[in-house]
């Protein structure tokens, strides 16, 4: 079922709304250079983890307490890296609550408003 126009509309003034309010926002949906260098670096911490499990087993294999120890750490500090890498939240400029919670409340009144029209 396509949209109205009048939906159309609204739905072109909620996105230049978002535009203009939160640019990070949609930077990140759109998929911009944040995204590529988090993808990086989760590459980055999962090599981390499978190097520190092979030198974690290659440790345990030839008996040499210190290559496992360093294996583990390794593989621990990929875990650290890949969990904080995703898990951080990501502030600005741009997020402001106070300009959020505006956005927010207008799109409340459309969304109670829309049987009215």
């Not at 609204?10 to 250079?33: H, I, K, N, W, Y």
């Not at 999962?46 to 307490?65: A, E, F, P, R």
Request: glycine share 10%; proline share 3%; hydrophobic share 40%.
């Amino acid at each position: 079922m396509p949209l109205s126009e009048h939906e159309q509309r609204v739905l072109e003034q909620m996105e230049r709304a978002l535009t203009a309010e939160d640019p990070q926002l949609v930077s990140t949906l759109t998929g911009s250079r944040k995204s590529r260098s988090t993808r990086g670096s989760l590459a980055l911490s999962v090599s981390m983890v499978l190097v520190g499990i092979g030198t974690l087993l290659g440790g345990l294999i030839s008996k040499m307490t210190i290559v496992g120890v360093i294996g583990f750490a390794l593989a621990l500090a990929g875990i650290y890296l890949a969990i904080s890498r995703i898990s951080a939240p990501k502030l600005g400029k741009s997020n402001k609550p106070a300009g959020s919670s505006r956005f927010i409340q207008r799109l409340e009144q459309r969304w109670d408003n829309r049987e009215d029209q």
